[in-house]
């Protein structure tokens, strides 16, 4: 059986308030996913066996959220070359510098697209595996047209005390 097209894949449990939104601008947006824990550290063979069967089982995009050394993107990465956009998840230690510094830095010829720290990330990593899927996706290209315009018209044109 055929996976959806977007695997949101994260290191623990505690990622998940960080990458939820990521699954619900693709909910927005009509596109399927499926998220799962696969942990670079404590699952290495579950994230072996995710990364190397991705692209058979119907993955075309992964989002792969992580935080503190942060090595899950950078992994998966290295063993498929499906596009792979990592989320910096903050941490208590470092704020999420640490985990920043740990998916952007990949050494050339493993590319991990690295979004910003936090819920930012998560958010554009998820319009960014739509637009990717939209390039072969007539719908769903006109889905994220509209949501674009629905960002622009909700933005005030004045500024108002009331909040």
């Known amino acids: 059986m055929l996976k959806p097209p ?3 894949v994260m290191g623990s449990q505690s990622d998940w308030p ?3 939104l990521a699954a619900e601008t693709l909910e927005t947006l009509e596109v399927e996913y499926e ?10 063979e579950r994230m072996v066996d995710f990364a190397t069967n991705a ?4 993955i075309k995009v992964i989002i792969a959220g992580a ?3 942060a090595h899950l993107p950078g992994m998966i990465a290295a063993m498929t ?3 792979v956009f990592g989320v910096p998840v903050r941490s208590k230690a470092l704020s999420g510098m640490d985990s920043l510094y740990s998916i952007v830095q990949m050494p050339g010829g493993v590319p991990v697209g690295t979004l910003a720290i936090g819920e930012p990330g998560a958010i554009n990593a998820a319009l960014l595996a739509a637009s990717v899927l939209a390039l072969s996706d007539d719908e769903l290209a006109d889905r994220l047209d509209a949501h674009r315009a629905r960002q622009t018209q909700a933005v005030p044109q004045f500024p108002s005390d009331l909040e």
């Open 55 to 58: 692209r058979e089982e119907g």
């Open 6 to 8: 977007v695997a949101i």
């Open 67 to 69: 935080g503190g050394a």
């Open 35 to 44: 998220a799962r824990i696969v942990s670079a550290h404590r699952t290495p």
């Open 81 to 83: 070359t499906l596009p």
């Open 18 to 20: 960080t990458m939820r």
